[in-house]
């Protein structure tokens, strides 16, 4: 039929007659395309996953810390911090907890060795902690009033402890602190705006007085603002919990560190990128290697192909359409292995995932783009060729 | 068949007038020396030599498959010095049909697709490629040899596949380069025959060789030596015909 028909035929029987040939000059598109599609679509997802975790978790917590002031091993904080900030406008809400020192929690009696080694981090804490942080429990219940009232014996564990203790849901079991026993009521869901939480055991403000013998004065508090204050709001912390006493407060809000891993997986996106760049143009020089070798092997096939009338433009498009098919092939593969790499993790890791289905035609454009710029040299050679010269042997 | 002498009268297919052919540039070389030849419609030809003698740059310029230094090469009374090269290539493609020592199948395609590769780019709807491709072949005794590839075939059967090529594009001229040179003598018999059977009122055919027995076998034929034509005999017909 039409000539560009005759040419897409022959083009394809001569990718398809060197099939490994073929296949590993569409290795360089198809890793370049593959690199910047995952590179991208992973940075995405996972910067995905940390905008929904900061989402749900808000961008309003403020974490105020005790500083350590001279001659104090354990800064407090005075024991009516909370009621303090919440005396600044903006302020919504805020619970604080204290670190119990000294306390040793083991899980089981015996092991005392290792959880000497190793203290676990006990805290004091108030009623509204979890309400606060915006986070719920696994299993169980916090603690509330009636185990203040009760003087009841309770204990709520860190996700991580929990694992660690392996405490199952629903278990009743009993763990020591200080030699007292306590009864986990339950287990506190990971906290990502601050995982110390994780890994420490808490009770109440009475048991901590009452049973563990500590002064239970807090050393953080956990501060909500409205929503868009919370830089002016944890300035006015510092001063509103020293209230011109010798306290040093320091403040920090910890979804600015999320927010600081996006913009480092922003430096490794680009890094990928350049990768895949790199890839694609170590891959089109692999091309254009292979391709006039090609031509140097299929000279006789040039030679025929120009005996039986073939003009020396169809004989170089002929191969610089072979470029173009390698690099749209690759290109697509690429670009398949890509999505599928990026879906792959996405599931692993429990991120959405995101692709930027705009940005992947582009690559698959650069990777043509690139094959064809290979291709050109090894086909100006092919349609330079002297038949006769290919043809004649003596 | 007709006698050569009813087409004395008939238009040449191809003519060489005073071709010269130098090569190198500060040292020249004559591979043809003001070599003048008038192929004829219906002719069965040899040009014959020794190895230097010119045959292959005879066999460039009669394949318009390169440029006289000086002199003109006429296709069917068109001078095809002055054309660009998709017209000389679609000019070669209509007029001449070659024949190689070494065959020169692409070895990834069947027999059938060989011969196709000269009808490509003509316009030609696929089916009706493949049928008259399927055709020449077939008309060589090949058909059902079709589908296979070049290795699958003997030397005889590659070089039919050859001239179902070069004849599959009803060519006024088939031009073959040592056509028997890589052939048993059986296989260079039955070969010779089909050349002379491929010969027609309209068709010329021209046989470059240096084997003289080979050259013997055409009614024409032309001898060169240093870059000149030193004899043109005709069998049965004494004295030069196109030549000098």
């Given at each position: 039929m039409s000539r560009s028909q005759d040419l897409v035929g022959v083009a394809w029987a001569g990718l398809r007659a060197r099939k490994v040939r073929t296949m590993m000059i569409m290795l360089g598109p198809v890793i370049g395309v593959a690199a910047m599609v995952s590179a991208v679509g992973l940075t995405e997802s996972a910067k995905g996953a940390l905008q929904a975790q900061l989402a749900q978790l808000g961008t309003n917590l403020i974490v105020a810390q005790a500083g350590s002031s001279f001659g104090s091993q354990n800064p407090t904080l005075p024991a009516n911090a909370v009621e303090r900030v919440e005396n600044i406008s903006t302020v919504t809400s805020a619970a604080a907890t204290a670190n119990l020192s000294g306390v040793i929690a083991l899980p089981i009696q015996g092991a005392s060795t290792y959880y000497q080694a190793f203290p676990v981090p006990v805290r004091a804490a108030g009623d509204d902690l979890p309400s606060v942080l915006g986070v719920s429990l696994t299993n169980g219940r916090w603690l509330n009033a009636s185990d203040t009232s009760l003087h009841l014996h309770s204990v709520v564990l860190g996700e991580g402890i929990a694992k660690q203790y392996g405490y199952l849901p629903g278990e009743t079991r009993t763990i020591q602190l200080n030699g007292k026993n306590f009864g986990v009521v339950g287990v506190l869901d990971s906290v990502p705006l601050d995982p110390t939480l994780d890994n420490a055991a808490f009770v109440t403000e009475w048991a901590a007085k009452?049973?563990?013998?500590?002064?239970?004065?807090?050393?953080q508090l956990y501060i909500r603002a409205l929503t868009g204050t919370t830089t002016a709001t944890a300035k006015a912390v510092p001063t509103a919990v020293n209230l011109g006493g010798t306290v040093q407060v320091s403040t920090q809000v910890p979804s600015d560190a999320l927010k600081a891993q996006s913009q480092a997986n922003k430096t490794l996106q680009e890094v990928a990128l350049l990768a895949g760049l790199l890839a694609l143009t170590v891959g089109g020089i692999g091309i254009a290697n292979v391709m006039s070798i090609s031509v140097i092997q299929r000279s006789a096939e040039i030679g025929i192909r120009r005996a039986v009338g073939h003009s020396r433009s169809t004989v170089g498009a002929q191969f610089l359409l072979e470029s173009l098919f390698v690099g749209i092939l690759g290109g697509l593969v690429g670009a398949v292995l890509g999505i599928l790499v990026v879906y792959g993790v996405s599931a692993l890791a429990g991120w959405v995932t995101v692709i930027a289905y705009a940005e992947v035609p582009v690559w698959m454009g650069l990777a043509l783009l690139v094959s064809v710029v290979a291709g050109l040299y090894p086909s100006i050679k092919a349609a330079r060729l002297e038949p006769l010269e290919t043809l004649r042997l003596g | 068949m007709t006698a050569p002498l009813l087409e004395v009268t008939a238009p040449p297919l191809l003519e060489l007038e005073t071709v010269s052919r130098v090569y190198g540039e500060e040292v020249e070389v004559y591979a043809l020396r003001e070599v003048s030849l008038q192929i004829l419609p219906g002719e069965l030809m040899s040009i014959v030599g020794p190895s230097g003698s010119g045959k292959s740059t005879m066999l460039g310029l009669l394949g318009i498959l390169d440029h006289p230094t000086s002199g003109t090469v006429r296709v069917a009374g068109q001078d095809v010095s002055g054309l660009d090269d998709a017209t000389r290539s679609r000019v070669r493609g209509d007029a001449i049909g070659f024949v190689f020592q070494q065959f020169h199948l692409i070895p990834h395609l069947t027999a059938l697709g060989n011969v196709e590769t000269a009808l490509l780019y003509r316009d030609i709807r696929p089916k009706d490629r493949r049928e008259r491709a399927y055709a020449a072949l077939d008309r060589l005794g090949l058909g059902q040899r079709a589908g296979h590839r070049p290795v699958q075939m003997s030397g005889g059967e590659q070089q039919r596949v050859a001239l179902a090529r070069a004849i599959v594009t009803e060519p006024l001229m088939v031009l073959a380069d040592e056509p028997t040179g890589a052939l048993d003598s059986a296989n260079a018999a039955h070969v010779l025959e089909i050349f002379e059977g491929l010969q027609s009122p309209e068709r010329a055919v021209v046989m470059v060789t240096h084997d003289l027995t080979v050259a013997d076998t055409a009614r024409r034929k032309v001898s060169m030596r240093d870059g000149r034509i030193v004899a043109d005999e005709r069998r049965g017909l004494p004295g030069p015909g196109g030549g000098r």
């Open positions: 009452h049973l563990l013998g500590t002064n239970g004065r807090p050393n | -």
